[in-house]
């Protein structure tokens, strides 16, 4: 089911820093029951999550920066990276 491993990274000052857990976990927790396509997500550490195969990672990177800045986790004009590890 998890069978992808993607790394999860911000940008703060120009430096690319891992997600901390608390904000994928936010992330997955909020999906878990509002967006189905998002439910084959599991936070494993900081900066780390494993994902389904039918996870579309673009979209997860957009719902992801959309859900981070409503939190305040992020500015407005950071950006988070995704990438299959």
Not at 24 to 43: C, E, H, I, K
Request: aromatic content about 10%; hydrophobic content about 35%.
């Amino acid at each position: 089911m998890f069978a992808r491993k993607i790394r999860v990274e911000y940008e703060d000052h120009g430096q690319e820093l891992p997600c901390p857990m608390k904000w994928l976990d936010s992330f997955s927790m909020r999906n878990f029951t509002n967006a189905s396509v998002f439910d084959d997500t599991v936070p494993v550490s900081d900066g780390r999550m494993e994902i389904g195969t039918n996870v579309p990672l673009e979209q997860l990177r957009e719902a992801m920066e959309d859900w981070f800045r409503r939190k305040g986790y992020v500015a407005k004009d950071s950006k988070l990276s995704l990438e299959e590890i």
